[in-house]
């Protein structure tokens, strides 16, 4: 199960936002980014679409994975570097 939800951290622990449906002392993964990084709508967009894909379990493109994405899409044609 993956579950997406903000968090506060304090006094040590991180407390969620909403109520999360887990059972006590289940065993959780955590990834942790700090809200303060988007600064537009358009980086909380990304922020949240980048949540979605590392709470799915996929793995996030490296730029070389990006640019063959790119490739792909554009029918293998790239920029010259």
């Known amino acids: 199960m993956t ?8 006094d040590g622990v991180l407390k969620p936002e909403e109520p999360v449906n887990i059972p006590e002392k289940a065993r959780v993964r955590v990834i942790i980014e700090t809200a303060e990084a988007a600064r537009t709508p358009l980086g909380k967009k990304l922020r949240e ?3 979605e894909i590392l ?3 996929e793995r996030t493109l490296d730029w070389t994975g990006i640019e063959e994405e790119v490739a ?7 920029e010259g570097r």
């Open 55 to 57: 709470g799915s379990g």
């Open 3 to 10: 579950i997406a939800v903000n968090a506060v951290y304090e």
């Open 72 to 78: 792909a899409r554009r029918g293998g044609w790239r």
């Open 49 to 51: 679409l980048r949540a």
